[in-house]
């Protein structure tokens, strides 16, 4: 008996070898006919037995000889973070394929060729299966593609307009403002050690969009204090805590807080994606059980705005003072079903229930995790560099002048930031930390290769292929960007990319030099490529990448918000409150690196200056490190392992100036 069964298992093993032998022999076959350089895989990195086994195995594979090849690297999930620029750097080539037995991929840090491929939508489409976890609630714009797609772009894109623009500027200065006074607590100039500035700004940015998308008004956590201890905004809520600050009403059965309910649904999303939803609720496991509450809680409360949002349209008590992107949807399905019936038409509704549930959670998925990790982000480059920090704080004085922040106006105030070095420090931060490190293109099955001029010549990606705009590299790409001197030769951010210039470097000055040259760009020929396929372009009113009064890099070298017709919608939602929470926090306070863990305020009081930089220098050397080493993502890239504890000092009253 046991012979039979090892010999199935043996004959099974061995046909699926000689398939995958078969289907890589196939591939690479393709990928040689393109003509570009390419890498063989013994399997795609998203392999799900090699992403299971791949954290137990990894520490012995680094010490084989093959630790430091290419395709070694490119096996890791990860490895356009972790490599950045590097592979391209070494293969000579800002094109490649890599070729497993599962499929082909066209990677690619070129800028022409990225702006070819996203202004030409119906050629190189999304591959909407790696998309099937945004449809958690429904169908959306982010999931969907071709007709589909057009049909929710065109219905959810008009709330993102100017005057909503303006409405998220003040909630987002409002929240910014309860946000320092947390951190402060009695404080008057210098707060406590910060260690949370993570969670707290994915809670601001979870009440700007609530209150903004959704008329959910969320006031920030008070202070509370009971015996002797402090509850701060950084802390969890019970429903029944988030209750008492909050103005919008939810029904009282909740067993997870409006707030919490997300937080935790995003935390444990890896268990929504491997398994199945009736398969989480029964196993015994903690994290997949708080993964499947969060998931019908977050549902819960997703069917009471819908629901909320229909009774106040049907008694005509819709409010009108912010976007409302869920009541605006109602209102389009309810006009499109009453016009439909009024023609006899079979006019299909704007959108159903199920895709407005759809399009809600991924509005408030991408919007609040990219606006946050933004402000997390910008916050740890500044006290990183406190030189920058300077300049910034001196450029937000000559906005505001001696003002009160309950002066401060969209219209007359946001353009000055975003042109200026507010708007350098977010787009300096973005090109260093985009929300996705890759942005996923492909080439369908059924299609027709697609060609692609790279330098002068075309070349074409074959059907079947996945293609991938690394704007990690891009990003870094030294033929793209005006670079300088690195600030230490010996001691480079990345130890294998970019070492000889300052590319890896935070430096928001460099989008302050006026180059109006053209810079690299695409051929003639790619131009007609490009051309031949237009149509439905894209909605300006959503804002541009980076202003026009900053440096302008060729287009496609800077995709944080990717380009063309599938560009983020909420792109200058997210600059308006990105900009606005910096403004407020550094017109009146630094932040700086909290050096307790090497010495106390006492000891620093009675140290030399060379004693403080030392300190210094070894929390920022652990701060780097952990920006280096332990970032990860599943729907945007964040800081996974660790944290960087800050403090935030009223000005002039810095510790470190460096």
Request: aromatic letters at 10%; one cysteine or more.
């Amino acid at each position: 008996m046991l012979l039979v069964l090892f010999s199935t298992v043996f004959a099974l093993f061995l046909v699926y070898v000689l398939h995958s032998c078969w289907c890589l022999y196939r591939n690479v076959t393709v990928a040689k006919a393109v003509g570009l350089p390419y890498i063989v895989l013994p399997w795609d990195n998203l392999n799900l037995p090699w992403l299971i086994a791949r954290p137990f195995l990894l520490p012995y594979l680094t010490k084989l000889p093959f630790a430091d090849t290419l395709w070694f690297a490119l096996l890791s999930v990860d490895w356009p973070w972790q490599q950045q620029y590097t592979i391209f750097q070494r293969l000579g080539s800002d094109n490649f394929m890599t070729v497993s037995p599962a499929k082909n991929y066209f990677l690619t840090a070129d800028a022409a060729v990225i702006d070819q491929i996203t202004r030409r939508r119906n050629d190189f489409p999304k591959p909407i299966e790696i998309y099937g976890s945004l449809d958690l609630y429904g169908k959306n714009v982010v999931s969907t593609e071709g007709n589909l797609w057009k049909h929710h772009r065109k219905t959810v894109s008009p709330p993102f307009n100017e005057k909503n623009n303006r409405m998220v500027w003040y909630e987002t200065i409002r929240q910014a403002q309860s946000m320092v006074k947390g951190w402060m607590g009695d404080q008057t100039q210098s707060s406590p050690t910060v260690s949370t500035i993570a969670q707290d700004c994915m809670r601001l940015s979870l009440h700007v969009i609530s209150h903004a998308g959704f008329g959910v008004h969320l006031n920030w956590p008070a202070v509370k204090k009971s015996e002797g201890e402090q509850k701060l905004a950084n802390g969890h809520l019970t429903a029944a805590d988030e209750e008492d600050d909050q103005e919008y009403r939810f029904a009282p059965d909740h067993t997870m807080s409006y707030t919490d309910a997300l937080h935790s649904l995003l935390k444990n999303m890896i268990w929504m994606l491997v398994l199945p939803r009736s398969l989480l609720k029964l196993l015994p496991f903690k994290r997949t059980r708080r993964a499947y509450e969060s998931y019908v809680e977050w549902g819960k409360y997703l069917s009471e705005l819908l629901m909320n949002k229909r009774d106040d349209i049907a008694a005509g008590d819709a409010k009108q003072d912010g976007m409302d992107l869920m009541g605006f949807l109602l209102k389009r399905s309810s006009t499109a079903r009453e016009s439909s019936l009024d023609n006899q038409a079979q006019s299909k509704p704007a959108l159903s229930d199920t895709e407005i549930m759809g399009n809600a959670f991924v509005f408030l998925l991408a919007g609040h995790e990219t606006a946050a990790n933004s402000i997390h982000f910008s916050c740890l480059y500044l006290a990183l560099h406190p030189a920058s920090q300077r300049r910034f704080q001196i450029s937000l004085d000559r906005a505001f002048g001696s003002r009160p922040v309950s002066d401060w106006d969209y219209d007359r105030d946001f353009n000055t930031l975003f042109s200026g070095m507010t708007g350098a420090v977010l787009a300096e931060q973005l090109r260093l930390i985009p929300p996705v490190p890759a942005i996923p293109k492909c080439v369908l099955s059924d299609s027709s290769p697609q060609p692609v001029v790279i330098d002068g010549k075309k070349f074409y990606i074959p059907p079947a292929t996945y293609v991938s705009l690394i704007a990690t590299a891009v990003h870094r790409n030294p033929n793209l960007w005006p670079t300088g001197p690195p600030l230490d030769v010996e001691k480079p951010v990345h130890p294998t990319t970019n070492t000889d210039n300052d590319l890896e470097e935070f430096k928001p000055e460099r989008w302050l030099l006026r180059d109006d040259s053209k810079g690299p760009g695409a051929t003639s020929e790619a131009d007609a490529l490009t051309t031949e396929h237009t149509e439905d372009a894209p909605n300006t009113a959503t804002g541009t990448n980076v202003s026009h009064a900053l440096h302008r890099p060729p287009r496609g070298a800077y995709i944080p918000f990717s380009e063309g017709y599938r560009a983020c919608l909420g792109r200058r939602f997210a600059q308006v409150e990105v900009l606005a929470v910096l403004a407020v926090i550094f017109k009146h306070y630094s932040v700086e690196l909290d050096v307790s863990e090497y010495g106390t305020d006492e000891e620093l009081e009675g140290i030399s200056a060379a004693g403080k930089k030392d300190f210094w220098d070894k929390a920022a050397g652990d701060a780097r490190t952990l920006l280096r080493e332990k970032m990860g993502m599943i729907f945007t890239m964040q800081l996974r392992e660790g944290k960087v504890p800050v403090r935030f000092v009223q000005r002039g009253k810095e510790r470190f100036d460096y």
